[in-house]
Structures are given as structure tokens and as C-alpha cells.
Nanobody
């Protein structure tokens, strides 16, 4: 059974930094893409950043230049370095892993709160 274990959320002041981590385990094959989505109260879940096993990345326009996604393929772990955080980055952040054979899996979510 696939599990995604997230860590690294918390409370930070505007302009600060946080680093999220997510480790995937239990799949027969490694995920072909891993990424982070976020959902603020009253809004839809949105893509923050995605990285493929080949290293291709995709970012939401709102985080370009501030957030960096990276991946350790050997550990099936994805990281999100978040710098210059803004109050509008406040949300629950969800790790996502996409598998060719078994589809999408989600982590339990980790709260990121940025105070002004």
C-alpha cells in the first residue's frame, strides 16, 4: 500500500522560509512525477509545483522565483523549499505522487501559515 509521509509545515512570518518533505513508500514502481498542491479555506486545491523523475519541473506563476522543488529519486522523496513566504501562501499543502500503474496518491496534508 502506497504511503506518502509529509513533514515540514508550520508557522512563519512573512518573508521567512520553510522546507516541506514528502517520502513515498509501498509502490512497486517509482512515481513518474511528484509534487505539491495547496488548498486554502474556501478555495479549490491548486498545483504549486511538480517534478518528474527526469527532472522536469512545473510551477504555479504565483510561486515562481520563490519556491524550488527538488526530488531524490533513490529515496522517492520530494522537497519544496519555500522562500520569501507571503500571507497568501497560507494553506494546507498536500504531497502528490503519480504512478503509471496505480494512479494518483495524496499525503495527509501539512499546514503552512504565514503571518503578516
Amino acid at each position: 500500500q502506497v504511503q506518502l509521509v509529509e513533514s515540514g509545515g508550520g508557522l512563519v512570518q512573512a518573508g521567512g522560509s520553510l522546507r516541506l518533505s514528502c517520502a513515498a513508500s509501498g509502490g512497486i514502481f517509482s512515481p513518474y512525477a511528484m509534487g505539491w498542491y495547496r488548498q486554502a479555506p474556501g478555495t479549490q486545491r491548486e498545483l504549486v509545483a511538480l517534478v518528474t523523475s527526469g527532472g522536469n519541473t512545473n510551477y504555479a506563476d504565483s510561486v515562481k522565483g520563490r519556491f524550488t522543488i527538488s526530488r531524490d529519486n533513490a529515496k522517492n522523496t520530494v522537497y519544496l523549499q519555500m522562500n520569501s513566504l507571503k500571507p497568501e501562501d497560507t494553506a494546507v499543502y498536500y504531497c502528490n505522487a503519480k504512478f503509471t500503474d496505480i494512479g494518483n496518491y495524496w499525503g495527509q496534508g501539512t499546514q503552512v501559515t504565514v503571518s503578516s
